[in-house]
Every structure is written in C-alpha cells, then in structure tokens.
C-alpha cells in the first residue's frame, strides 16, 4: 500500500477528485451561460476536468489497495467500493460532453474569424450551445456521483472502520 509519511495515499488523492470534478461542473455550468464566456473560460475548465478524470483511476487503485490493507470484505467498505465503480464512467461522459462544447465552440470561433458560410456557424453555435448544456447536467451528475461515493467512504471513516 502506498503511504505519505504514515498516511495511505487514497484519501489524499481523492481530494483531487473530490475537487476537481465538481469545480468542472461548475466552470460547465457557467459555460454554458454565455458564449463569450464558454469560448475565454472553455479550455481551463476543459484542463480541470481533465485533471479530475484522470485522479480517478489513481484513486481506484489507492482505494483497492487500503481495501486489501484493511482485511477487505467489510460491508460498509464493500458500499464505498461499489458506488466508486460509477464514478469513472459518468465522469468520462461529462469530459466528453465537455470537450465536445468547448472544441465546437472554437471551431466556431475560427469559421467565424474566416470566410466560412454564415450558416455553417450559425449551426456549429447551436451545436456548442446544446453540448455545452448536456455537459452541465453531466457535470452536476458527476457532482452527485462524487458526493454519493463520498459520503460512503466517509461513514466507514467515522465509524471507525478505517482507522
């Protein structure tokens, strides 16, 4: 089990998660509020997100390795462990829904700044706007994922389970 002067390193590292994925879905939200705003703050909450994402894997990891550390096979830990699994998945499909916003949004921008067909930009604005929308309601569903797991993981804490 890896450890930081004497502290497994699974708590640690799912505070990145902890953060960084609902501050996404926060930059997401404000995104998909104005256009101007998705095209100057898209690409950071693009990178935070995808910071997010990638924590959830290391986290896993961390996770399984505390789990054997701890004798495993606790019910309360077994909850954590099960919920965990639904992580991952929604939060890729709230990257995507991301990246494709903020990557049709810059297309945009560039088709507009060029000499591109005024209803080719009309329709890749709209396309934007909508995935930009989707990508919201994705971040605050991996928001409530997070949360969830979270709070599984911290009734074995407080119940002394993990000490």
């Not at 701890?70 to 939060?91: E, F, M, Y």
């Not at 990246?99 to 080719?120: C, D, K, N, Q, S």
Request: charged letters at 10%; aromatic letters at 4%; glycine letters at 10%.
């Amino acid at each position: 089990m890896w450890v930081i002067d004497g502290i497994p390193l699974h708590p640690l590292v799912v505070h990145a998660v902890v953060v960084l994925l609902p501050l996404a879905a926060l930059g997401a939200v404000v995104i998909a509020v104005r256009r101007s705003w998705r095209r100057a703050l898209g690409v950071p909450v693009l990178l935070v997100a995808l910071a997010g994402v990638a924590a959830v894997p290391m986290a896993t990891t961390t996770g399984t390795q505390l789990w054997t550390a701890l004798g495993g096979h606790n019910p309360l830990i077994d909850v954590h462990a099960q919920r965990a699994s639904w992580v991952l998945p929604v939060a890729l499909i709230f990257l995507l829904l991301l990246a494709g916003a903020v990557l049709t949004e810059l297309a945009t921008a560039r088709a507009e700044a060029g000499l591109h067909a005024r209803t080719t930009t009309a329709t890749r604005a709209r396309v934007a706007t909508g995935l930009s929308v989707l990508a919201a309601l994705a971040g605050l569903a991996v928001t409530a994922v997070v949360v969830w797991v979270g709070h599984a993981g911290s009734v074995v804490v407080w119940q002394g389970i993990g000490q």
